[in-house]
Structures are given as structure tokens and as C-alpha cells.
């Protein structure tokens, strides 16, 4: 079964740092590009970053460019999201994704994670 | 950025009836237009890729066309598991985006 399971999640302080994770399994990890996305509360979908199935190119929303970090592991079928320089404005359930086809990115997002909340505040 | 708006904000219908649910971009996004459900507590699910094309797994009953920038989900008779909130993405152009959603409630 195709599964994304994300975890890291929690309570940190306006200027602080936090890991997500995304563990990946039921398909060729390197194989897709990912993605995450979050949702503050009561709002919509918001795209944060991506990153490709060889993890050489990454792209990020204007938001978060700069604080920020997409990466992954193939030998761990992990995708990773370091957040960095934390706002109030970024507390939010946090999704991974999976592309549908390889890098195209044209043909949206089939498997989603569960997410994972982030919540800023002091 | 491509701002998507979704019309209406809110659909009332009872099950059986047919939903007609919007989407417009603010410049052309070809039919690089995507389209999920998400249920409440629940992740995002992909109903529909490249404007039109069912995603695996997804019931007939959903339908999508357009293309530029006016697009249209429809779902030709509403089932009890269909009331959620739907969102458009657009994929022509980085950042991607999302639509402010249409929640379709049970009339």
C-alpha cells in the first residue's frame, strides 16, 4: 500500500526551529517528486515547497524562501522539511505529497499524508 | 502569482442533485488545473488532473472541463460522502496555487 507518514510536529516558539519528516513507503521513493502543502487553521490549501525525485531541484513558496529547507533521503524513503526562523503566521497543519507522475508536476498530488500540526506561539 | 477564485463559497444541495462548482484563474493556466475533496480532519484527495482526467480509484460521477482560466467541476448526482470542500490548483506556474475552496453542505 502507498503510504506517507509525517511526524516532527509541535509546539515551538516564534523564531524557532523544527524538523518534519515523511516517511514514504509502497513506491519507488526516488522515482516521484514531492511536495508539502499546509493549512492554517480554518483556511485553505497553501503550497510551501518541492522537491525532485533525484532531490537536485527544489522550489519554495515566497513565504518561506530563505527559512525554509526541503530535502531527502533515499536511503531512508524519508522526505524532510526544516523550518527555520518560525513565525506565528506558519502555524499550520503541515502535508506531505507525492506526485502523481514522476517530476510532472502538471498532474497534481495522488497520496497525501495525514499532516502533522505545527503550532507557533509563545 | 495565478490567484485562482472559486465560486460559490458555499453550495447547498440535497443528495441526488447535481453540483456545479468553479473555478476561475487570473491569467491562462492552459488545463494545468487540479482539482481535490477534503473531508473534514482528513487530507486533501485528487479528483481530477489536467482539467479533466479522473484520478485512479475516482466514481464517474465527477467530471471536470475548462480550460485557460474557467474551469468546472461537476458532480452529476450527489452521494452522502460527497459534502466536503472542494479546492482548485493550478500547476502552469510556480508558485503553485490553490482556490479558497467551495464547501458543498448538505441542503
Known amino acids: 500500500e502507498v503510504q506517507l507518514l509525517e511526524s516532527g510536529g509541535g509546539l515551538v516558539q516564534p523564531g524557532g526551529s523544527l524538523r518534519l519528516s515523511c516517511a514514504a513507503s509502497g513506491f519507488t521513493f526516488t522515482s516521484y517528486a514531492m511536495t508539502w502543502v499546509r493549512q492554517a487553521p480554518g483556511k485553505g490549501l497553501d503550497w510551501v515547497a518541492g522537491?525532485?525525485?533525484?532531490?537536485?531541484?527544489?522550489l519554495y513558496a515566497d513565504s518561506v524562501k530563505g527559512r525554509f529547507t526541503v530535502s531527502r533521503d533515499k536511503s531512508k524513503n524519508t522526505l524532510y522539511l526544516q523550518m527555520d526562523s518560525l513565525r506565528v503566521e506558519d502555524t499550520a497543519i503541515y502535508y506531505c505529497?507525492?506526485?502523481?507522475?514522476?517530476?510532472?508536476?502538471?498532474?497534481?498530488?495522488?497520496?497525501w499524508g495525514q499532516g502533522t500540526a505545527v503550532t507557533v506561539s509563545s | 502569482e495565478i490567484v485562482l477564485t472559486q465560486s460559490p463559497a458555499t453550495l447547498s444541495l440535497s443528495p441526488g442533485e447535481r453540483a456545479t462548482l468553479s473555478c476561475r484563474a487570473s491569467q491562462s493556466v492552459s488545463s494545468y488545473l487540479a482539482w481535490y475533496q477534503q473531508k473534514s480532519g482528513q487530507a486533501p484527495r485528487l479528483l481530477i488532473y489536467d482539467a479533466s482526467n479522473r484520478a485512479t480509484g475516482i466514481p464517474a460521477r465527477f467530471s471536470g472541463s475548462g480550460s485557460g482560466t474557467d474551469f468546472t467541476l461537476t458532480i452529476s448526482s450527489l452521494e452522502s460522502e460527497d459534502f466536503a470542500v472542494y479546492y482548485c490548483?493550478?500547476?502552469?506556474?510556480?508558485?503553485?496555487?490553490f482556490g479558497g475552496g467551495t464547501k458543498v453542505e448538505i441542503k
Open positions: 505529497a507525492k506526485y502523481t507522475y514522476g517530476d510532472d508536476v502538471m498532474k497534481g498530488f495522488d497520496i
Open positions: 490548483q493550478q500547476s502552469s506556474n510556480w508558485p503553485l496555487t
Open positions: 522537491i525532485s525525485g533525484s532531490g537536485g531541484t527544489t
